[in-house]
């Protein structure tokens, strides 16, 4: 089975996800339509990846910060940080806390 979720939820709002085979990017966020687009080839673990890097502009936008950023270069620039940095710890100590009792701590 394949990871295709519909919607997330973020800040309290609920953003549509749609899938489409032959979008350019891996994906992208139309904050006032409440809208997260994915490209549909992607692997899940991309998928997983790339939804959580457009909910992260999204928290941006709900937050306001994105309009003390000011600058979509440094916007792109702060998430990727995120992907690259913080990403791979929370998905490690989610992994952990799935497999607790298990023994692959």
């Known amino acids: 089975m394949s ?4 919607q997330i939820t973020i800040g309290g709002h609920k953003y549509k996800i749609v899938y489409k085979k032959n979008l350019e990017d891996f994906g992208n966020l139309d ?8 490209r549909g080839t992607l692997n899940d673990n991309d998928k997983l990846e790339t939804i959580l890097h457009e909910a992260f502009h999204a928290c941006l936008a709900l937050s306001g910060l994105s309009y003390l950023i000011d600058d979509e270069n440094k916007e792109e620039a702060l998430v990727r940080a995120f992907d690259s940095l913080l990403l791979p710890v929370i998905k490690r100590e989610v992994k952990k806390a ?3 009792g298990r023994g692959k701590n």
Do not use: A
């Open 3 to 6: 990871y295709n979720p519909r």
């Open 31 to 38: 904050i006032d339509k409440k809208l997260i687009t994915i």
């Open 98 to 100: 799935c497999f607790k």
